[in-house]
């Protein structure tokens, strides 16, 4: 399956027992992945870092909680701008990481839903045309970012095929829901609302779902498919209902699998650049982390830059570990599993 | 306020997506779609707006931005991107827009100084001591000279880097913008400008491409972008770029590590604003954007600009950062090359005279 | 097939579910790039796709994907057998720090890498910088400096804005395809057939290219396929290290971004039907190839 490199199952056990390495081709070839792998990830990696904290750990800091000065300091008209600036550029980077947090709250969901339903048509049955179904399924892999974005600017733009019902309509935003008090009766509301779909969070949240789209759908695949229909038929022919069967048998059979596709899902749906840009319209507002990284590195602020990048790089290192935990379990569940499938 | 309990009583509906009218916002927002190097004067400019806007009417306003190359901006407007005002980098981008029907014809007059509150110019900054001695146009033509401008296709700022190394190795004919006197000099040339031969000068044509051709090592698709690369990344010896720009990176970079240097002569540049009018109608936008970029030509406004290094249109104001802004004598786009869409069609256009120097040799 | 068919239910609903959502988020937006492009007519769209600025950086697209597929095909392959097959300090963590740039935002990739390769850069002045460390390091002992300066100016590597960086980064985003598409099947893969051939006097090299290799080949051609065709797409990581001239070292997707600025959205429209008319095939290539490989195994 073309889904094989997110295939769930890529824990490395002990060393295998196999024959003896030859001395000299081990020591070369450790040598050369060893270097590779630094000069391409862990440098990188390390130097994100070192310019993150360029300006010590108070700068990194600053760059979220600019510096309150004591309330008696008598504070100059520049440094009064420049206090005020720090406040309104750590404002937007919250922003910016709540609007990625909210996008993905909506993707990864969305993408579970359909990467089961998918997974579940595509491996249990047969059925022409499915070999295509599967590659279509994977089409959002390969298509540019640069394609994903601008696919829905010809969809939803004002001259786009549904341009003119799409910015004529308004929304509100569901994550502006604030506590406004009693004092005119209900005591939520929300404080924003969006009018047309292109260049607003909602076009975000579009072609964030195009760029995850195939993640949970293929790393189910594989593992569905191998696992067969037996265990299925057998609660079927017990009673069990579709549902039941389901809930109780498919999905915890393929629980290490779901996971690691979400989180894929999720580390793809916050790092996500080029697509998110092209429908940005590189409004403030519709910041997420990424964008907002790229203004403030034309801002010349480097070190916020690699600071909110470093943010997204310990969640990766976090989704990393995250991974790691699962395939251990994963590890140690299989034997199980492979008990239970056999009878 | 009925716009408030609407807003309450979708909060009561929780309806995640409602269609038009359902909900309206707890303040007034505006969106000022602009070209790059102006992210920090229209936030400086927005609060300050917000504070006079509050004290007047005693309503909120929040100015939004959004900023890019101008060429794109303008297409994100066109696609559907809600601008109340636009502040772009060229009428050109704006007369598209208008060409799009979302911007009644006639915006020149709309504000004063054909709808543009400040001028600039284009200039050099080149690294601290001017090493390799860059004083003028003709020596971006010494060999080994690495000149960094952003790509003329996308960038405004770069458009008019262009239009400035052209108009200068053409020997176009300048004023001194300083005095009444001069200003009316350089309109009525400009009125009675008929043809141009400008656009048919060999010397300026293989200059320009030349310069493009072996001098350009990078062309990023922005004016800050290109500023990136020459300040941060540290490519090439003289940026082309927005005068205002370069004080910036100055300013940003701190004094000790470059130069601006100032040619013989350069281009005026006038960018434009203008009230997106189908938005603004729309939104019912329509008082707050005028009453924002009217406020553009107040003293206290012009003050800012002339503080962030943009030519004021206001005498008081210019003359108090003359030290900074100096005397150089400009040629106008208008008497030079005929307007924006005459020099848009014959050197930016798909297959115009910029695509021509970059044709692969096969 | 047919039998199970009838038993397992879902079928219509997960089915339905299925291509209604792939429509709507998928397809249909595909087909509206279709359909711009399609105003054009025949001849016209010929003359976008071909013109020499666009032909050009669909050949640096195509030059720089395949060379860093080709890059990736080779040390993903070593990096996954090293990993699989032997044992050295903090395997575990050089394992875990694979799947790193799936998760790095592109842009953030590319800053890096230009900031990294740039001429005063840790790798683009890397023989400079390292007589500095290694001074400084000296210096701290006592010792004067070990290494003349200069004596290491030989050793940099300034690819920011050159088709070398644009390469580079291109490595970045597809290695995880590869490395962690051959990985699975080197850890099922079963030694005693090894053992059995080194038995019978086969030589390592012999029986890698002999009994392991062709076991692996389908697995490692879809990872270097999938990184390839995920290099020809990239944008974010590349137009941060490019020079991007026209005709030089603009990729395809800039020129799309390119034609977009100039209000030119059919032939931007143009271009990414090409795009994605050859990451299609790429696909359909891989899932053929796969099925092939699943089938030859089952006869075999």
Same mark, same amino acid.
Not at chain 1, 47 to 61: C, E, H, I, P, T
């Given at each position: 399956?073309?889904?094989?490199?997110?295939?769930?199952?890529?824990?490395?056990?002990?060393?295998?027992?196999?024959?003896?390495?030859?001395?000299?081709?081990?020591?070369?070839?450790?040598?050369?992945?060893?270097?590779?792998?630094?000069?391409?990830?862990?440098?990188?990696?390390?130097?994100?870092?070192?310019?993150?904290?360029?300006?010590?750990?108070?700068?990194?800091?600053?760059?979220?909680?600019?510096?309150?000065?004591?309330?008696?300091?008598?504070?100059?008209?520049?440094?009064?701008?420049?206090?005020?600036?720090?406040?309104?550029?750590?404002?937007?980077?919250?922003?910016?990481?709540?609007?990625?947090?909210?996008?993905?709250?909506?993707?990864?969901?969305?993408?579970?839903?359909?990467?089961?339903?998918?997974?579940?048509?595509?491996?249990?049955?047969?059925?022409?045309?499915?070999?295509?179904?599967?590659?279509?399924?994977?089409?959002?892999?390969?298509?540019?970012?640069?394609?994903?974005?601008?696919?829905?600017?010809?969809?939803?733009?004002?001259?786009?095929?549904?341009?003119?019902?799409?910015?004529?309509?308004?929304?509100?935003?569901?994550?502006?829901?604030?506590?406004?008090?009693?004092?005119?009766?209900?005591?939520?509301?929300?404080?924003?609302?969006?009018?047309?779909?292109?260049?607003?969070?909602?076009?975000?949240?579009?072609?964030?779902?195009?760029?995850?789209?195939?993640?949970?759908?293929?790393?189910?695949?594989?593992?569905?498919?191998?696992?067969?229909?037996?265990?299925?038929?057998?609660?079927?022919?017990?009673?069990?209902?579709?549902?039941?069967?389901?809930?109780?048998?498919?999905?915890?059979?393929?629980?290490?699998?779901?996971?690691?596709?979400?989180?894929?899902?999720?580390?793809?749906?916050?790092?996500?650049?080029?697509?998110?840009?092209?429908?940005?319209?590189?409004?403030?507002?519709?910041?997420?982390?990424?964008?907002?990284?790229?203004?403030?590195?034309?801002?010349?602020?480097?070190?916020?830059?690699?600071?909110?990048?470093?943010?997204?790089?310990?969640?990766?290192?976090?989704?990393?570990?995250?991974?790691?935990?699962?395939?251990?379990?994963?590890?140690?569940?299989?034997?199980?599993?492979?008990?239970?499938?056999?009878? | 306020?009925?716009?408030?309990?609407?807003?309450?009583?979708?909060?009561?509906?929780?309806?995640?997506?409602?269609?038009?009218?359902?909900?309206?916002?707890?303040?007034?927002?505006?969106?000022?779609?602009?070209?790059?190097?102006?992210?920090?004067?229209?936030?400086?400019?927005?609060?300050?707006?917000?504070?006079?806007?509050?004290?007047?009417?005693?309503?909120?306003?929040?100015?939004?931005?959004?900023?890019?190359?101008?060429?794109?901006?303008?297409?994100?407007?066109?696609?559907?991107?809600?601008?109340?005002?636009?502040?772009?980098?060229?009428?050109?981008?704006?007369?598209?827009?208008?060409?799009?029907?979302?911007?009644?014809?006639?915006?020149?007059?709309?504000?004063?100084?054909?709808?543009?509150?400040?001028?600039?110019?284009?200039?050099?900054?080149?690294?601290?001591?001017?090493?390799?001695?860059?004083?003028?146009?003709?020596?971006?033509?010494?060999?080994?000279?690495?000149?960094?401008?952003?790509?003329?296709?996308?960038?405004?700022?770069?458009?008019?880097?262009?239009?400035?190394?052209?108009?200068?190795?053409?020997?176009?004919?300048?004023?001194?913008?300083?005095?009444?006197?001069?200003?009316?000099?350089?309109?009525?040339?400009?009125?009675?400008?008929?043809?141009?031969?400008?656009?048919?000068?060999?010397?300026?044509?293989?200059?320009?491409?030349?310069?493009?051709?072996?001098?350009?090592?990078?062309?990023?698709?922005?004016?800050?972008?290109?500023?990136?690369?020459?300040?941060?990344?540290?490519?090439?010896?003289?940026?082309?770029?927005?005068?205002?720009?370069?004080?910036?990176?100055?300013?940003?970079?701190?004094?000790?590590?470059?130069?601006?240097?100032?040619?013989?002569?350069?281009?005026?540049?006038?960018?434009?604003?203008?009230?997106?009018?189908?938005?603004?109608?729309?939104?019912?936008?329509?008082?707050?954007?005028?009453?924002?970029?009217?406020?553009?030509?107040?003293?206290?406004?012009?003050?800012?600009?002339?503080?962030?290094?943009?030519?004021?249109?206001?005498?008081?104001?210019?003359?108090?950062?003359?030290?900074?802004?100096?005397?150089?004598?400009?040629?106008?786009?208008?008497?030079?090359?005929?307007?924006?869409?005459?020099?848009?069609?014959?050197?930016?256009?798909?297959?115009?005279?910029?695509?021509?120097?970059?044709?692969?040799?096969? | 097939?047919?039998?199970?068919?009838?038993?397992?239910?879902?079928?219509?609903?997960?089915?339905?579910?299925?291509?209604?959502?792939?429509?709507?988020?998928?397809?249909?937006?595909?087909?509206?790039?279709?359909?711009?492009?399609?105003?054009?007519?025949?001849?016209?769209?010929?003359?976008?796709?071909?013109?020499?600025?666009?032909?050009?950086?669909?050949?640096?697209?195509?030059?720089?994907?395949?060379?860093?597929?080709?890059?990736?095909?080779?040390?993903?392959?070593?990096?996954?057998?090293?990993?699989?097959?032997?044992?050295?300090?903090?395997?575990?963590?050089?394992? $875990?720090?694979?799947?790193?740039?799936?998760?790095?935002?592109?842009?953030?990739?590319?800053?890096?890498? $230009?900031?990294?390769?740039?001429?005063?850069?840790?790798?683009?002045?890397?023989?400079?910088?390292?007589?500095?460390?290694?001074?400084?390091?000296?210096?701290?002992?006592?010792?004067?400096?070990?290494?003349?300066?200069?004596?290491?100016?030989?050793?940099?590597?300034?690819?920011?804005?050159?088709?070398?960086?644009?390469?580079?980064?291109?490595?970045?985003?597809?290695?995880?395809?590869?490395?962690?598409?051959?990985?699975?099947?080197?850890?099922?893969?079963?030694?005693?057939?090894?053992? $059995?051939?080194?038995?019978?006097?086969?030589?390592?090299?012999?029986?890698?290219?002999?009994?392991?290799?062709?076991?692996?080949?389908?697995?490692?051609?879809?990872?270097?396929?999938?990184?390839?065709?995920?290099?020809?797409?990239?944008?974010?990581?590349?137009?941060?290290?490019?020079?991007?001239?026209?005709?030089?070292?603009?990729?395809?997707?800039?020129?799309?971004?390119?034609?977009?600025?100039?209000?030119?959205?059919?032939?931007?429209?143009?271009?990414?039907?090409?795009?994605?008319?050859?990451?299609?095939?790429?696909?359909?290539?891989?899932?053929?190839?796969?099925?092939?490989?699943?089938?030859?195994?089952?006869?075999?």
């Amino acid at each position: 399956m073309a889904g094989a490199p997110i295939a769930a199952k890529t824990a490395l056990g002990p060393i295998k027992p196999a024959p003896p390495p030859h001395p000299v081709a081990r020591t070369v070839l450790v040598t050369l992945a060893v270097s590779f792998l630094t000069i391409f990830i862990l440098v990188p990696l390390v130097n994100v870092f070192v310019q993150a904290f360029a300006k010590g750990l108070d700068g990194y800091l600053a760059v979220f909680w600019p510096p309150q000065p004591a309330p008696e300091q008598v504070l100059s008209v520049v440094q009064q701008r420049k206090l005020a600036e720090a406040a309104v550029q750590a404002g937007r980077t919250w922003h910016a990481i709540g609007l990625t947090l909210s996008v993905a709250a909506i993707v990864v969901p969305l993408n579970i839903c359909f990467g089961l339903a998918a997974a579940w048509a595509t491996t249990k049955f047969n059925f022409r045309g499915r070999a295509l179904l599967i590659s279509l399924i994977d089409l959002p892999f390969s298509v540019s970012p640069v394609v994903a974005g601008l696919v829905f600017v010809l969809l939803l733009g004002r001259n786009g095929i549904f341009g003119d019902w799409a910015t004529h309509l308004t929304w509100i935003d569901p994550f502006s829901l604030r506590w406004v008090g009693f004092e005119a009766g209900f005591p939520l509301a929300f404080e924003r609302d969006y009018s047309g779909v292109i260049f607003t969070p909602l076009a975000i949240v579009l072609a964030s779902v195009f760029v995850t789209f195939p993640f949970v759908a293929r790393s189910l695949t594989p593992l569905m498919e191998s696992q067969g229909t037996d265990e299925e038929l057998a609660a079927l022919s017990l009673g069990a209902s579709g549902w039941r069967t389901f809930f109780k048998i498919t999905v915890p059979n393929v629980k290490w699998a779901l996971l690691y596709g979400v989180i894929l899902c999720t580390a793809r749906a916050f790092g996500e650049f080029g697509a998110v840009s092209v429908v940005s319209g590189h409004v403030d507002v519709n910041d997420t982390m990424p964008l907002r990284i790229e203004k403030l590195w034309n801002e010349y602020n480097n070190q916020a830059a690699f600071t909110v990048a470093s943010v997204l790089a310990l969640l990766a290192v976090f989704t990393l570990v995250a991974k790691a935990a699962i395939e251990w379990k994963a590890a140690r569940d299989l034997p199980q599993n492979q008990g239970h499938s056999s009878q | 306020m009925s716009s408030r309990l609407k807003t309450r009583l979708a909060g009561v509906a929780l309806g995640l997506i409602a269609l038009a009218g359902a909900a309206a916002a707890a303040e007034v927002r505006l969106l000022n779609v602009s070209y790059d190097p102006t992210r920090e004067l229209y936030a400086v400019i927005g609060q300050n707006f917000a504070a006079k806007w509050k004290a007047q009417t005693g309503d909120k306003v929040t100015v939004e931005l959004s900023n890019g190359g101008s060429g794109k901006q303008a297409r994100s407007v066109i696609d559907g991107l809600n601008a109340d005002v636009v502040t772009l980098a060229l009428g050109w981008d704006v007369t598209a827009i208008e060409k799009a029907g979302l911007i009644n014809s006639g915006w020149q007059n709309k504000f004063p100084n054909h709808a543009s509150p400040y001028t600039s110019t284009i200039a050099f900054l080149v690294r601290k001591g001017n090493p390799k001695g860059i004083k003028d146009w003709s020596d971006l033509l010494r060999p080994g000279v690495e000149v960094i401008t952003a790509n003329p296709k996308t960038s405004g700022g770069a458009r008019w880097s262009f239009l400035s190394l052209w108009g200068a190795f053409a020997k176009a004919r300048t004023h001194d913008f300083t005095t009444a006197a001069g200003q009316a000099e350089a309109k009525a040339a400009a009125d009675a400008a008929k043809d141009f031969p400008i656009y048919n000068d060999a010397e300026a044509r293989g200059k320009v491409s030349e310069i493009f051709n072996k001098h350009v090592p990078v062309l990023d698709a922005g004016a800050r972008g290109s500023t990136v690369t020459f300040a941060q990344k540290q490519i090439g010896d003289v940026l082309l770029n927005w005068e205002n720009e370069l004080w910036l990176a100055k300013d940003e970079f701190g004094a000790d590590k470059f130069d601006i240097v100032y040619p013989s002569t350069s281009i005026l540049t006038e960018p434009p604003v203008a009230v997106v009018d189908k938005v603004v109608d729309q939104r019912g936008t329509r008082k707050v954007a005028e009453a924002y970029l009217s406020y553009l030509y107040t003293p206290e406004a012009q003050d800012v600009i002339g503080q962030l290094h943009y030519r004021p249109r206001d005498v008081a104001a210019l003359n108090k950062y003359s030290a900074e802004l100096p005397k150089i004598p400009f040629f106008t786009i208008d008497e030079t090359y005929g307007g924006w869409a005459k020099a848009q069609a014959t050197f930016f256009a798909d297959g115009g005279i910029f695509d021509q120097f970059y044709k692969p040799a096969n | 097939m047919s039998r199970t068919h009838r038993v397992i239910p879902g079928l219509p609903l997960t089915l339905g579910y299925t291509l209604f959502y792939l429509s709507a988020l998928v397809l249909l937006p595909l087909a509206a790039l279709a359909l711009k492009a399609g105003q054009m007519s025949a001849p016209e769209f010929f003359r976008v796709i071909t013109d020499p600025v666009v032909t050009a950086s669909l050949r640096l697209t195509f030059f720089a994907s395949t060379l860093a597929a080709l890059i990736n095909a080779v040390f993903g392959l070593i990096v996954a057998w090293s990993l699989v097959r032997y044992d050295f300090p903090l395997r575990r963590l050089f394992d $875990a720090v694979i799947d790193f740039p799936f998760a790095l935002p592109t842009a953030v990739a590319g800053l890096t890498f $230009a900031n990294l390769f740039l001429k005063d850069g840790w790798l683009g002045g890397f023989g400079p910088r390292l007589v500095e460390g290694v001074n400084a390091l000296a210096g701290l002992t006592g010792a004067g400096p070990l290494l003349p300066s200069g004596a290491l100016d030989w050793l940099t590597f300034p690819y920011t804005g050159q088709t070398g960086g644009i390469v580079i980064v291109l490595v970045f985003v597809g290695l995880p395809f590869v490395v962690r598409t051959v990985q699975p099947v080197l850890l099922e893969w079963d030694p005693e057939y090894e053992i $059995a051939a080194r038995s019978l006097g086969a030589k390592p090299a012999t029986i890698f290219a002999r009994v392991i290799f062709p076991e692996i080949a389908p697995a490692w051609v879809s990872g270097v396929a999938l990184a390839f065709a995920r290099a020809v797409g990239e944008y974010g990581s590349v137009i941060f290290i490019a020079a991007n001239i026209p005709g030089r070292s603009q990729i395809a997707p800039l020129q799309i971004v390119t034609r977009l600025d100039d209000f030119q959205y059919a032939q931007a429209s143009a271009i990414g039907v090409v795009l994605l008319a050859i990451s299609l095939l790429i696909l359909l290539v891989i899932n053929g190839l796969e099925s092939f490989s699943r089938r030859h195994e089952r006869t075999a």
